[in-house]
């Protein structure tokens, strides 16, 4: 029989995500009557997503789903200048969501791209890493296998540096940029890494709760980088975590004294 049932503090939407959903309604309020399109998911939260549709926003893939003039916004990962520009060029009225986080970094890349090489530490097929990778030439890698891989690839002889997706595990991106110090001595490491202030607050509180539990619920989607990084974290000692995307999926399995459950 479940006994407790704790709730992780700090929970819950980050700053970045509530910017996101508020810069849509606002678009669409702002544009009463007028088809608003979003490209990609807003935010990788399937909730937030069917709650917009039946408000009236449409989501895509691609700008070719949009006619020319209409109204587009960018999800909160960010986009490729390519995109922007694809969508000037279509006339397009322009509407950016992206977390003023994910921006820092990509103005971080289009200030070094003329003068370093860059390893860019994220996952690949990302909607946040292909948008930062679109601003410049980089090596992307994802574990510290991949560092090494790069070792014939890099310059000595020109700077380097790294960027990181802001959404990653502290613990997993630590192995990659310290084996980037091991193969590449001459790295410049940036004066403050890019992983997002509240990823870290919340994977801490994962992290202090697992003394106290048997098994951790993490209520996100699946396809989200910041709730599948919390599952993984809850999953080295407890190995009975789950995700729960919906309401209706939540079965706590009996023999569980108690469980925590984590916001995302």
Known sequence: MLEKI????????????????????????????????????IVHNRRVVEDMKKRGIRFINDLDEAPDG???????????????EAAKQRGMKIGDATCPLVTRVHRKARKIK?????????????????????????????????????KDRIDPDKPL????????????TKNVVDQISKTFPFVEHPAKDDICYATTER??????????????????????SNSLRLLQLAQKSKPHSFILSKRSLVEIKAGFRSSSIKFK
Do not use: W
């Open 161 to 172: 540096t790294y960027l990181m997706q802001t959404t990653l595990s502290v613990a997993d």
């Open 203 to 224: 994977q801490e509180a994962v992290s202090l709760m697992m003394q106290e539990i048997d098994a951790m619920l993490v209520i996100g989607a699946d396809n989200s």
């Open 70 to 84: 209409s109204t587009v916004v960018f999800s909160a990962h960010g986009v490729a200048p390519s995109v922007v």
């Open 114 to 150: 003329d003068t370093h090489q860059i390893i860019y530490i994220g996952h690949e097929g990302h909607d946040e890493a292909i948008g930062t990778m679109g601003e410049a030439s980089m090596f992307l890698v994802e574990s510290p296998e991949d560092v090494v891989r790069l």
């Open 6 to 41: 704790y709730l992780a503090n700090p929970r819950g939407f980050c700053a970045g995500v509530k910017y996101a959903i508020s810069y849509v309604e606002q678009v669409q309020a702002a544009n009463s009557g007028e088809q608003i399109y979003v490209r990609k998911e």
